[in-house]
């Protein structure tokens, strides 16, 4: 039992270390990711939000991935004649010094086709493509359905 614990205990140690912080925000020289999430979902599709702010230069969010979605793509939602309709979009601008919002309603990483079931309380490890930046990982922890931020 004792050596059980001692184990469990450094399996921990180890997962610390790999992932030093459970990357909710992320950090690049010149870009800052935080208040991602995604929602409960028991569809096969399910959209994660975040902010990208700029410290510097423009960049543009040009293409995700997760191991949790087998058809990421970026989204807009466009209003067509009073219906809010989602629409692909190539890529996501970062304005230089300025940000941008992925929330409900408007901007999103869109996930088709997950892998399985969100439930609150999970995560989504997501990894950003950008045009500049490269690649940023980010963890988005997965709300109630409906959750607006
Ligand atoms: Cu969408």
Not at 52 to 78: M, W, Y
């Given at each position: 039992?004792k050596?059980?614990?001692?184990l469990?205990?450094?399996?921990?140690?180890?997962?610390?270390a790999?992932?030093?912080?459970?990357?909710?925000?992320?950090?690049?020289?010149?870009?800052?990711?935080?208040?991602?999430?995604?929602?409960?979902?028991?569809?096969?599709?399910?959209a994660?939000?975040?902010?990208?702010?700029?410290?510097?230069e423009?960049?543009?969010?040009?293409?995700?991935?997760?191991?949790q979605c087998?058809r990421?793509e970026?989204?807009?939602?466009?209003?067509?004649?009073?219906?809010?309709r989602?629409?692909?979009?190539?890529?996501i601008?970062?304005?230089?010094g300025?940000?941008?919002?992925?929330?409900?309603?408007g901007?999103?990483?869109?996930?088709?086709?997950?892998?399985?079931?969100?439930?609150?309380?999970?995560?989504?490890?997501?990894?950003?493509?950008?045009?500049?930046?490269?690649?940023?990982?980010?963890?988005l922890?997965?709300?109630?359905?409906?959750?607006?931020?």
């Amino acid at each position: 039992m004792k050596r059980r614990t001692a184990l469990f205990a450094a399996v921990a140690l180890t997962m610390t270390a790999a992932f030093p912080a459970f990357a909710q925000e992320a950090q690049t020289d010149t870009l800052e990711i935080s208040g991602g999430f995604t929602r409960a979902s028991v569809s096969p599709n399910g959209a994660g939000f975040l902010t990208i702010r700029s410290k510097g230069e423009a960049d543009r969010l040009v293409a995700f991935r997760s191991p949790q979605c087998n058809r990421p793509e970026l989204h807009t939602h466009i209003n067509d004649n009073g219906i809010m309709r989602m629409r692909q979009v190539e890529a996501i601008d970062v304005p230089a010094g300025g940000m941008v919002e992925l929330k409900p309603g408007g901007l999103h990483l869109m996930m088709i086709d997950l892998t399985g079931p969100l439930a609150e309380g999970d995560v989504v490890d997501v990894t950003l493509i950008f045009e500049q930046a490269g690649e940023v990982a980010v963890s988005l922890p997965v709300k109630k359905p409906g959750a607006m931020n």
